[in-house]
């Protein structure tokens, strides 16, 4: 349901009694009139249309990132406190949606809430992860490794991302440990991030990245390119392929603990990274390179 809008959110949830809550505009967007529009304002309409409606629980797609301020994050737990200063628009509204929800929790009134926090979502025909990796290798611009090459970072299969969220849902219930609570579901596989960019472009049949570039050189290059979009944005409209926040997860560790949802909810992922990655690639021949 992609709709912010009380009056008609309150008639389709009518009848309904878990609402998983996955609305978000695109990181890449970059719009923070948008992003504050539909994962705040619109978080507040969604929680306000189920409580008139009578929903009990609400599951919200959150994301790790909420915690990533743009440096390591190794084997991070959920008690790691919220970024203070986001990256990116994006990143600062996941923070004010999870916060909304997770406040929203009330057992007393029988409104339970919970949040997951997935990382690098990919899987057969996602129009993000693949698409702009291949947009970029085909303008020559996957040439280059930022920073050493050997950091690790979670990417997660979209069905492990689905059985977080169904065992969530499961777990609500009045005095579960779940309630009001955040968890972090990944494939629990963390991979160098150059490594698992490499094995989609090798099974598209495009070359791997190989030359290294400094992690911080290309940062505050991405940095000046931002703001250079921003002050040209009157006069050309140009959206650059290095943003901060991609240069930042490209070059720093950032994988997270699985460990609260495998007490909590007995989450185990059911595809492994070798599965997902051969999945995947199998779903885009359109995006082959051509011999
Ligand atoms: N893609 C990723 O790596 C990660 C994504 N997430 C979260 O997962 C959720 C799903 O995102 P994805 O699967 O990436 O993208 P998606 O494009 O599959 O899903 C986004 C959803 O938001 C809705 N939406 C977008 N703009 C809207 C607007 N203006 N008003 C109302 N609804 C709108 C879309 O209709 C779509 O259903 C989001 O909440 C995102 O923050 C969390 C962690 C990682
Ligand atoms: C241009 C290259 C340096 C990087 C190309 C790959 C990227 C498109 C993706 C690699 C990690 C991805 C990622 C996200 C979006 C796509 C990537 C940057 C998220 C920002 C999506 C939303 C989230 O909640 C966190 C994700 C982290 C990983």
Not at 61 to 71: C, I, L
Not at 75 to 94: C, R, S, V
Not at 148 to 155: E, H, P, S, Y
Request: some cysteine.
């Amino acid at each position: 349901m992609a709709t912010r809008s009380r009056p008609d959110l309150v008639p389709a949830l009518e009848g309904v009694t878990v609402v998983f809550h996955c609305a978000s505009p695109a990181p890449s967007s970059n719009n923070k009139e948008l992003f504050y529009r539909v994962n705040y304002t619109g978080t507040k309409a969604v929680i306000q249309a189920c409580k008139e409606a009578g929903v009990q629980k609400v599951v919200l797609t959150s994301s790790a990132s909420v915690v990533f301020e743009g440096t390591d994050v190794k084997d991070g737990t959920e008690d790691l406190p919220y970024a203070k200063k986001p990256i990116d628009y994006y990143t600062e509204t996941k923070i004010l949606q999870e916060k909304e929800v997770l406040g929203a929790n009330n057992p007393d009134e029988n409104f339970l809430t919970v949040a997951i926090r997935p990382h690098g979502i990919f899987g057969p025909r996602d129009p993000q992860l693949v698409p702009i990796l291949v947009e970029t290798a085909r303008k020559g611009k996957m040439k280059f490794i930022i920073g050493d090459g050997k950091n690790l970072v979670d990417f997660t299969y979209v069905e492990n991302v689905v059985h977080g969220h169904i065992l969530a849902a499961e777990s609500l219930h009045k005095n579960s440990p779940v309630c009001g609570k955040a968890y972090h579901i990944t494939n629990d596989e963390p991979v160098p991030f150059w490594e698992f960019l490499s094995r989609v472009l090798v099974g598209l049949d495009y070359e791997p990245p190989r030359y290294r570039l400094p992690y911080l050189l290309v940062y505050y290059l991405a940095l000046l390119l931002s703001l250079l979009a921003l002050l040209l944005k009157p006069f050309i409209a140009f959206k650059p392929t290095f943003t901060p926040m991609r240069v930042a997860l490209a070059g720093t560790h950032h994988y997270y603990s699985c460990k609260r949802a495998k007490e909590d909810m007995g989450y185990r992922p059911l595809v492994s990274l070798d599965q997902a990655i051969e999945r995947t690639v199998q779903s885009y021949p359109q995006l082959r390179r051509a011999e």
